[in-house]
Each structure stands twice: as C-alpha cells, then as structure tokens.
C-alpha cells in the first residue's frame, strides 16, 4: 500500500478564461512515489503542474502538500514550502554559468546542509561538477537538461514535478535522465512526471493516469507497459 | 568650421561630465525596467524631490544635507514602488508606462505647491555650489564637479557590477531581470528583488540630484524632466534590454550632447535638441535593437 499522501489533489479545476482546461482532478502521489501524467497535447498535463506551483490559479479544489494547503499561495513560497518544478523547455539562464544556475536553486532551500550545496546534483549529474563554470547556454540539450534537474535538486524539495524532460533530446540523454528519475526515487523524493514518452513513463512510475480533455480517463500500471493496445485506447477515449 | 576644431579639452571633460551624470541615470532606470519591465518616466522628479530637499536643508552642514537628499529619494522610490508598480504589476507595459506619466505631473504639481509657498517660483541650493568652482588641470579649467561626477558615476557602477555579480541578491536580481517567471519558480522572493532594484534605483537619483544640483542650483519643480527624457532616449538608443547597454545609451547621450553644443554656433544652440534627436533616429533606424546590442536578439522580440 502506498504510504501518506505528498500530494494531494481534489476535485481541482482550472479554467482560461471561460474554457476549462482542467476539470475536476482527483490524484494523490505519496511520498517516495513516482507518479507519470500522460495524454495528448492539450490534455491539460502542464496546466496541472502550474496550478500546483501556483503559476496558474485554480478556479476550484484542493491542492495539499503534506497535508498543508498551497491554492492562493505565491510561487516563490509554494517553491519554498518544498515543491520543486523543472519546466517545459528547461528554463535554464544560458547568460549565466553553470555554478550560477545551481547557486539559483539555493533560493528555495529550507535549511542550509552539512557537506556541498550542490552535493544532490553533482551526485547524480558529475559533468555538472566538471562544468561548474561553463556558460550554461553552451551545453548541450541532455547537459541542459541535467542541469535543470539539478538546480531543482539542490534545495532538497519533498516533491520534484517534471514537465515533459525528454522532450527534444537524443535517445541516449533519455536514457540517462530515465535513470536518473528512479535514483531519484531511491533517495526518497517524490515525483510527479508528466511525459510524451508514454511507454518509457508507464513502466518506470508506481501509477500512471492518462488526462484526456482536462480529465482522468485511465490509470495504468508498470504491468500495461507493455499493452501497447491499452494505451493507445486510453489515448483515444472519448 | 569643422566639428573637431571646436572641441577643446575643457569641453571634452564637460563632456564625460553630463556622461558620468547620465549613465547613472540610465543604470537607474535601467535596473527597475530590468525587473519589473517598467519605464519610469518619472524617474525625474525623484532627483527634483532630491533636489528641493538640498535647496531647503541648504543651512545645514553639507553632509547631513546630502544625506537626507538621499533618505528623501530613496524613501519616495519606495512609496512608489509599493502605492503605484506593486498594484499594477500584472498590468501591461502600456499601463503601467502611462501611470508614470500621472506621478510625474503629480509630483511636479506637489512641488509647486511646496515652492510657492514664498511666494517666489524656485528655491537655491547653495550648500554644495562651491563644488562648480573650476580647478586648472594643465592649463585647462575643469570644474571640480565633473572629477566628482565622473568618480561618482565610476565608483557607482563599479560597485553595482560587484554587487550584482558576487552576491547572492545581485545573482537573484539578474536572474528576475534575465526571466522573472523562472526566478520564482526557484524561489527567489519577487518582493524583496524589486525592493532591491528600487531602492538602489532611488541612491542613484539622490546622487544625480546632487551632481545636477551643483551645476544648476536653482531648482524649480521641472528639474531634471529635460534630462531624464534625454536619458530615456539614451537608454532606448543604447539598448533597454540589458544594464550595461542602456548605461552606455546614457552616458553617449550625454558625452554626444555636449560636443553638439560645442560644435553649435553661439546663436543657434536652440537646436540642439533636434540635432541630437536627428542622431537618435538616424541610430534607431540602423540599429533598432540598440546602439551596443551587437549580436543580441532585438528587444522587442522579448515580452
């Protein structure tokens, strides 16, 4: 059985303008789970991650981490109160060096540590270290990719949400950032993941859901990873 | 007569002087753009206000009369910040531009009002004018105030890029001017990194206030309005878009103003506002990202 609830959604629901892109979003990921959110575009994926960080207002629900509530809260203490967000596109500062860009991940941390600040990336990512003083832009796109995982890392959240991180990357950088999510877990953070790769997702995380139209059609488990049928048909439901 | 043979040694350090002067204020306006995407037209009257505070502490010693120029600067950059941009934050750039036309008039209405009440339009600064005073440098005389000016101005700047690039603040700072959205979503306190670009903001126009002051000691309440719209050209000239280029737009706006005033006859130093904006325009039109963005993206292309 999963343990306490991380995450809490209930009944949530965010709107643009009159348009509803999420509708009335049940889901729980609990602590030292991996979750993985799938669906077509437009499903309303990203919109959920921002209604968690507070990017997005919902119109409606319950957002709880740890049981504590974060609708209406600010996102820099959203991002303080231990939730970290690795976005769409990586959102990495390219002007600044690699050091720099970790330096910024230190902002939302909650208690200073024993040891190196920036210990949980270079664990995971050593080319960090080895690059520590590049210009961030110079990377390449799986370097830039780690290295917003790590900036995200290295204020130690309870719960890390991934937007879409293989988007645009070569088969072999999937492969390394796929292993380092199930690192990830083994430390014990919580992980939200909302990915394309619907496959790679189903087989890596505890439960996935796939969000159709604003709404959850289906929850699958590492055991339909290979039912391509299945999900395909979750896909398609209507 | 060519524009060279007019351009003496004395007009050269006036030049660098208005500079000096300049560039402050663009790093001034600058800065709260950076992080709020926000172009103080009114910027002006907070080195007016700066200015009419050394024009009535004139009795006081010169120290405590500068700084309290700058406590009042600083602290009305903040009322600003938190009465009028903090409100309209989510506002569009059109909004909020257009609001600080409001303050501007209002403020100058509200020094109006203070200066008339002897009867007489205009108040003297006469505590710090020994400062204009000329010292012979090699023969040539250079008011004291441009050694001032442009040691203040370089002092400034040098500290500010410590600031910025060394400290944990400066890195924050940099980070909401590069993408506000991400900054926050890392963390850093969207509050406390405006505060800190508006009240440096605010030290930058106190020490204009008292340059300008030195060099124009009567003060009237559309003090500073002429610069600082000079300034804004400048920064847009120079590129809005990063610190360092909207500081180089003010201080070429500057330095350039002065060696057309020189290169002016006598008699027709009335169009030296349109010589300049000739420049300015000529400038947009071959480098419309900015005078200094060399191999940037173009400003407007960042919303």
Not at chain 1, 107 to 117: E, N
Not at chain 2, 156 to 181: C, N
Not at chain 2, 215 to 238: C, M, S, Y
Request: with cysteine; hydrophobic share 55%; aromatic share 6%.
């Amino acid at each position: 059985m999963p343990e306490a609830a991380a995450l809490e959604l209930d009944g949530v629901e965010v709107r643009y303008g009159s348009v509803s892109a999420v509708r009335d979003l049940t889901l729980r990921v609990g602590k030292g789970e991996i979750v993985g959110l799938i669906g077509p575009n437009g499903a309303g994926k990203s919109t959920t991650l921002n209604a968690i960080m507070g990017l997005q207002p919902a119109h409606r629900g319950e957002i709880k981490l740890n049981g504590q509530a974060l609708r209406r809260r600010s996102v820099e203490s959203i991002a303080r109160a231990g939730i970290a967000l690795v976005p769409e596109g990586r959102r990495i500062f390219g002007d600044f060096t690699v050091e720099e860009n970790l330096r910024l991940g230190l902002a939302a941390r909650r208690r200073t540590y024993i040891g190196d600040p920036f210990g949980p990336a270079f664990e995971l990512f050593p080319i960090l270290s080895e690059f520590r003083g590049r210009q961030a832009g110079a990377l390449s796109g799986g370097q830039q990719q780690q290295l917003a995982i790590g900036r995200a890392l290295v204020s130690r959240p309870d719960l890390l949400l991934l937007d879409e991180p293989s988007l645009g990357l070569a088969p072999l950088a999937v492969d390394g950032i796929f292993k380092a999510f199930t690192e990830i877990r083994e430390v014990g953070t919580t992980i939200l993941l909302v990915e394309q790769r619907a496959q790679r997702t189903v087989a890596l995380a505890n439960r996935t859901h796939v969000l159709v139209g604003g709404e959850l059609r289906m929850t699958l488990g590492p055991a339909d990873a290979d039912d391509t049928e299945k999900i395909i048909a979750a896909y398609l439901a209507s | 007569m060519s524009v060279l043979a007019s351009i003496d040694l004395q007009t050269l350090g006036d030049a660098f002087g208005l500079g000096a002067i300049y560039a402050l204020m663009a790093v001034g306006i600058g800065l709260v753009f950076g992080v709020l995407r926000l172009v103080n037209f009114a910027y002006g009257q907070l080195i007016m206000a700066g200015a009419y505070t050394l024009a009535y502490t004139s009795g006081w010693p010169v120290a405590a009369s500068i700084v309290s120029c700058f406590a009042v600067v600083v602290a009305l950059s903040l009322a600003m910040d938190r009465v009028v941009f903090r409100p309209l934050r989510s506002s569009s750039p059109a909004v909020m531009l257009v609001t600080t036309f409001a303050i501007a008039f209002l403020l100058q209405a509200v020094a109006l009002i203070i200066d008339l009440r002897d009867g007489q339009l205009g108040e003297v600064a006469s505590s710090i004018a020994p400062l204009n005073q000329a010292v012979s440098v090699g023969g040539v005389d250079v008011r004291k105030v441009t050694f001032v000016a442009v040691g203040v101005a370089l002092g400034a700047l040098i500290a500010l890029a410590l600031v910025l690039t060394r400290t944990t603040i400066g890195l924050h700072t940099r980070a909401a001017a590069s993408d506000f959205r991400t900054a926050r979503l890392l963390g850093v306190r969207a509050n406390r990194v405006i505060a800190f670009a508006v009240v440096v903001s605010g030290l930058l126009a106190g020490a204009v206030a008292v340059l300008l002051t030195v060099q124009n000691p009567f003060v009237q309440p559309d003090f500073a309005l002429e610069d600082t719209i000079i300034v804004l050209v400048g920064v847009v000239v120079g590129g809005i878009d990063r610190l360092w280029t909207a500081t180089l737009g003010g201080f070429a706006i500057g330095f350039v103003s002065v060696l057309v005033n020189a290169a002016l006859p006598t008699d027709q130093t009335v169009f030296l506002p349109s010589v300049v904006y000739a420049l300015v325009i000529v400038v947009l039109l071959l480098r419309p990202a900015g005078l200094f963005a060399w191999g940037r993206r173009a400003a407007m292309e960042r919303v």
